[in-house]
Structures are given as structure tokens and as C-alpha cells.
């Protein structure tokens, strides 16, 4: 298992288009893709669980990779949040 916290820089935050990126990449992963915000867990393959963290921009979340292609998983998903998935 491998975490890294990313601050999330869109100014909308995870709306559903960035939610929608963030889950085309969370996808091609065989491992088991989670983020915390606050008290909650989101699944990151599931745009509605995304939504449904409600995340704004400036909060900080903290991806959990867990599976044979964590470490990739992990890397990936930092990098899109840090480019700002799409926008």
C-alpha cells in the first residue's frame, strides 16, 4: 500500500469534469484506488463517489494505492491532480 496527499488546485474543484478525469485515469489500474477528504473515503473509479466527496479547490486529499500497480497508480494520479485534470 502506498499514500501521498495532493492538494487539489482546480479553482471549481472536483466538479464533474475533473471527477470524470480523475476516474478515466484511476481506471487503468488494477489496484484498489481510495482518497480521504476530511472523514470520508472515495472510491476514485467511481465519478458519483468523486461528486460525492465534495471537494473544493485548496482542500487536501490523500490518495491510497493498493495493489500490484500501486506505485504507477500513485504517480499517475498525483500528476493529473497537479496539472489540474483538464482545466
Same mark, same amino acid.
Request: overall charge negative.
Given at each position: 500500500?502506498? $499514500?501521498? =496527499?495532493?492538494v487539489? =488546485?482546480? @479553482?471549481?474543484? /472536483?466538479? /464533474?469534469? @475533473?471527477a470524470?478525469? !480523475?476516474? =478515466?485515469?484511476?481506471m487503468?489500474? =488494477?489496484? /484498489?484506488? &481510495?482518497? &480521504?477528504?476530511r472523514? $470520508? &473515503?472515495a472510491?476514485?473509479k467511481? +465519478?458519483l463517489?468523486? /461528486?460525492g466527496?465534495? +471537494?473544493k479547490c485548496? %482542500?487536501?486529499?490523500e490518495? +491510497?494505492?493498493e495493489?500490484e500497480?500501486e506505485? %504507477?497508480a !500513485?504517480k &499517475?494520479l498525483?500528476?493529473? +491532480?497537479e $496539472?489540474?485534470l483538464?482545466?
Amino acid at each position: 500500500m502506498v $499514500s501521498q =496527499k495532493v492538494v487539489i =488546485k482546480n @479553482p471549481t474543484g /472536483l466538479h /464533474l469534469r @475533473p471527477a470524470g478525469i !480523475l476516474c =478515466k485515469e484511476a481506471m487503468q489500474f =488494477k489496484s /484498489l484506488i &481510495t482518497f &480521504t477528504f476530511r472523514d $470520508s &473515503t472515495a472510491n476514485a473509479k467511481s +465519478v458519483l463517489s468523486v /461528486l460525492g466527496a465534495c +471537494v473544493k479547490c485548496g %482542500d487536501e486529499i490523500e490518495f +491510497v494505492c493498493e495493489g500490484e500497480d500501486e506505485e %504507477d497508480a !500513485l504517480k &499517475t494520479l498525483i500528476e493529473a +491532480v497537479e $496539472s489540474g485534470l483538464g482545466e
